[in-house]
């Protein structure tokens, strides 16, 4: 379906970091960069999905992905909505009935990285890539990478250099797994706080939101595994910001999906997209992320209806 332009086009060019994977032969080369816009259109479409017993939907690159059943015992389909038609594009890649969708992910090229499982959280299976089209790029057993069981609070992000960072909470505490681009491990590192979101900032660096008692912050992902507050990086007294991703000009946005959208840079975080000029409220959102250029992407369901709202989240410089 047609999707409704609800302001003027405008348009910039930016070079952003590519994820082009590079062999590892020692010393780490050079990676290419590659062109990404920042867009300061409004958009609004519809998408008709059909009835779904079980559905999620992941948002990034240039729209949204969804995964899920039919009816009840059924394969998983997945597809593609682009964000300013609505159209629908189904992906000839199924899931079988017992393999559910336990974290999502979306790399800068705008390919889609998705942790199967098995009966639960716990049962990890495989790590399948898909390009835009829905082709399949790769899938890697990961059947035997960890070694807890009875874990959850499972979120994924995707490196520069292609690697899998995986963090999820056990009885234990909590883990960070670092999984190479053919699933084989890496490292595994141990937390001693909670982590509600993980994502990858615009220059390469691993960032989590660490949660506690109301509380939350923006939080660094160093190279011997511990994790460092950000400058200025506090939300107090505020809903669990649960998505991060990186930015087209900023380093890192934020988001959650009833109240708004953050911009992180050098040290300074500032709120962009306030509660109140959020297009679906409450549980009305059904995803929420942003796009390639830099726009906030909303999912929801109005009126029988699935809708996109994207509204520009950066500014230019």
């Not at 590079?22 to 990404?36: I, L, S």
Request: aromatic fraction near 8%.
């Amino acid at each position: 379906m047609q999707g409704e332009k609800q302001q003027g086009n405008k348009e910039q060019s930016v070079e952003r970091p590519s994820d082009d994977r590079q062999p590892d032969d020692g010393e780490p080369e050079q990676q290419p960069k590659q062109e990404a816009i920042l867009s300061t259109e409004r958009t609004t479409a519809t998408f008709d999905a059909g009835s779904f017993w079980e559905l999620n939907v992941v948002a990034g690159g240039d729209g949204i992905y969804g995964f899920g059943r039919r009816q009840k015992g059924e394969k998983s389909i997945l597809f593609q909505v682009g964000a300013e038609d609505g159209i629908v594009r189904d992906f000839k890649v199924e899931l079988e009935p017992e393999i559910s969708v336990r974290a999502a992910c979306i790399d800068s090229s705008g390919n889609l990285h998705l942790l199967l499982s098995e009966r639960g959280d716990s049962e990890w299976t495989e790590i399948l890539a898909l390009d835009k089209s829905g082709q399949t790029i790769s899938r890697n057993d990961v059947s035997d990478v960890k070694e807890e069981t009875d874990i959850f609070d499972l979120c994924m992000t995707i490196g520069m250099d292609g690697s899998y960072y995986i963090s999820y909470r056990h009885d234990k505490g909590g883990s960070i797994l670092v999984l190479d681009d053919n699933g084989g491990r890496k490292d595994c590192f141990s937390l001693s706080t909670r982590l509600v979101a993980l994502g990858t900032g615009r220059s390469g660096q691993i960032y989590g939101m660490v949660y506690s008692q109301g509380s939350q912050y923006l939080a660094m992902l160093t190279e011997s595994g511990g994790i460092e507050p950000c400058p200025n990086g506090e939300f107090q007294d505020f809903p669990i910001i649960n998505c991060l991703q990186p930015g087209v000009c900023c380093e890192l946005l934020l988001g959650n999906g009833t109240y708004g959208a953050w911009i992180y840079d050098a040290g300074s975080l500032e709120q962009v997209v306030p509660a109140d000029e959020m297009p679906i409220k409450g549980q009305d959102v059904e995803k929420f992320g942003f796009l390639s250029d830099g726009r906030l992407c909303i999912t929801g369901y109005r009126d029988g209806t699935h809708i996109i709202e994207c509204l520009p989240a950066e500014r230019e410089k």
